[in-house]
């Protein structure tokens, strides 16, 4: 069952990029991130009965008042990412968390590096290539990372990624993951709140707009599903098949936007995807 629920997370995840996508911008992100605020903040009301309200030490809050910060930046630079690029070319860039977690894991939480995670990164490394490759030269995939603004900004939500990913880790460690789920969706929905009260952004009809309603829906499913599957088996397990979320975008990408380059992308991502499997589960 781990395996349905782990599916379905990458399914939903990739659901709601693909709603942003076709949104073209027409929301701030701040917007967005209200939006999907608002479903959040429900799925945590649904499972307050399960929630068990104990004692959590200081440097729990320490930790997600450091995270916030992080996650508000890869937020805003993941919807700006899949506004200024092709899904199926800028989401394959999340698969570099995992070379990036061989960096900060062993800072953080002291993992080290083996052979199998080398021959992960290798893969990552050469699957952007291939993603990025557009002409018969040595350094088109450099050109082209140079100017898809996209891409670049899907590295940094990569890399702050690599560092909420172990804040999480801890906090969670600290509490437990109903718990923190709990408490992040409403810092969210009160912080987006106050982001749109300050900057006097308008607040979105979220239910006049079919994409807005979709992208949070699909974003809170897709966060249940996590908490079910991260229940029913090894963390590592589950995360590596919720990766594929970035394969399956990249499709999404492909079929409704008619992207370029199908061959080449799906076949950069897919590599992309398993090296970030490999990573996960034995680097």
């Known amino acids: ?11 939903t995840q990739a659901g709601a990029d693909a709603c942003v996508k076709g949104l073209r911008g027409k929301y701030h992100p701040w917007q967005m991130l209200w939006a999907r605020s608002i479903f959040w903040g429900a799925l945590a009301l649904i499972l307050l009965p399960w929630v068990s309200f104990k004692a959590t030490p200081l440097s729990f809050w ?10 508000l930046a890869a937020i805003y630079l993941y919807w700006k990412a899949i506004e200024h690029s092709p899904i199926s070319l800028s989401l ?31 893969l990552v490394v050469v699957g952007s290539y291939i993603l990025l490759a557009e002409e018969n030269s040595p350094i088109s995939s450099i050109k082209t990372l140079k100017r ?35 408490v992040f969706s409403a810092e969210m929905l009160v912080v987006s709140t106050l982001i749109l009260k300050i900057t006097k952004i308008e607040t979105p009809m979220v239910l006049r707009e079919t994409l807005l309603t979709g992208m949070g829906i699909l974003s809170a499913l897709s966060l249940l599903f996590h908490l079910i599957g991260i229940s029913l088996v090894q963390v590592p397990y589950m995360i590596a098949v919720k990766r594929t979320s970035v394969l399956w975008g990249a499709i999404l990408g492909i079929i409704i936007f008619k992207e370029s380059r199908p061959l080449g992308r799906l076949a950069g991502g897919s590599l992309m995807v398993a090296g970030a499997v490999v990573i996960s589960l034995w680097g």
Not at 92 to 101: A, C, I
Request: hydrophobic residues 55%.
């Open 62 to 71: 320490a930790i997600l008042a450091a995270d916030l910060p992080l996650e």
């Open 1 to 11: 069952m781990w395996l349905i629920y782990s599916l379905l997370t990458a399914f």
């Open 92 to 122: 394959p860039f999340l698969s570099f968390t995992p070379l990036f977690l061989l960096i900060t894991s062993p800072l953080l939480t002291g993992e080290r590096l083996s052979l199998l995670g080398i021959a992960g990164v290798v």
């Open 148 to 182: 898809e603004k996209g891409c670049q900004m899907m590295l940094g939500v990569a890399m702050i990624y690599s560092i909420t990913a172990n804040l999480g880790k801890l906090a969670i460690n600290l509490s437990s993951p109903t718990f923190v789920v709990v």
